[in-house]
């Protein structure tokens, strides 16, 4: 069956950068994109971005131009998000998604805090 | 970008009632392929957003026939009938037709 086991919580400084996974499993990794998105506390939902793993295409929501950058390791399954510059405005739940968004990891908590 | 707008922001609801949930969107959402890719998702306290219609009005696989999606073009209903405490949490709307990909800002099911 299809899974997306994400990375744990991550405590980081402000301006400082974080890196976190999301390893697939149940599926072919490289013919389907990998989406990400955001969850800041007690909001809605945005889109991030896209990843085609087959040949590293990426696709940004222009709000996350230059914050988010997104790879993928076809060897591993895991496609993996960067965010850069943390700000407070950056704490949130990060989700990975599979191609059409019928299935998602669990999440993926970052806290921006000095 | 595609505004969605989810109408009511919240709904008090009897277990056994029934539910609708509107959801309107700027543009339409009929893709060039044919396809209007407007989904339905039901997010729990503390878990990822869970699929329950895709393209207006199937139901994705596992979902109770209790749900069902309708419309085209702008405007979109979710239904839920006879409601069960396991269908309390909030609800959101989501567009991928057309980039950036957008969601609703959700309706919280709540029990009267």
């Known amino acids: 069956q299809v899974q997306l086991q994400q990375s744990g919580t991550e405590l980081v400084k402000p301006a400082s950068s974080v890196k976190i996974s999301c390893k697939a499993s149940?599926?072919?990794?490289?013919?389907?994109?990998m989406h990400w998105i955001r969850q800041q506390p007690g909001n809605g939902l945005e889109w991030i971005g896209w990843i085609y793993p087959g040949n590293g295409n990426t696709k940004y929501n222009q709000k996350f131009d230059g914050k988010a950058t997104l790879t993928a390791d076809k060897s591993s399954s895991t496609a993996y998000m960067q965010l850069s510059s943390l700000t407070s405005e950056d704490s949130a739940v990060y989700f990975c998604a599979r191609g059409r968004f019928a299935y998602w990891g669990q999440g993926t908590l970052v806290t921006v805090s000095s | 970008d595609v505004v969605m707008t989810q109408t009511p922001v919240s709904l008090s609801v009897s277990l056994g009632n029934q539910a609708s949930i509107s959801c309107r969107s700027s543009?339409?959402?009929?893709?060039?392929?044919?396809?209007?890719?407007l989904s339905w998702y039901l997010q729990k306290p503390g878990q990822s957003p869970q699929l329950l219609i895709y393209?207006?009005?199937n139901r994705f696989s596992g979902v109770s026939n209790r749900f069902s999606g309708s419309g085209s073009g702008t405007d979109f209903t979710l239904k839920i009938s006879r409601v069960e405490p396991e269908d309390l949490g909030v609800y959101y709307c989501f567009q991928h037709t057309h980039l950036p990909y957008t969601f609703g800002a959700g309706t919280k099911l709540e029990l009267k």
């Open positions: 393209l207006a009005s």
């Open positions: 543009q339409s959402l009929l893709h060039s392929d044919g396809n209007t890719y």
């Open positions: 149940g599926y072919t990794f490289t013919s389907n994109y």
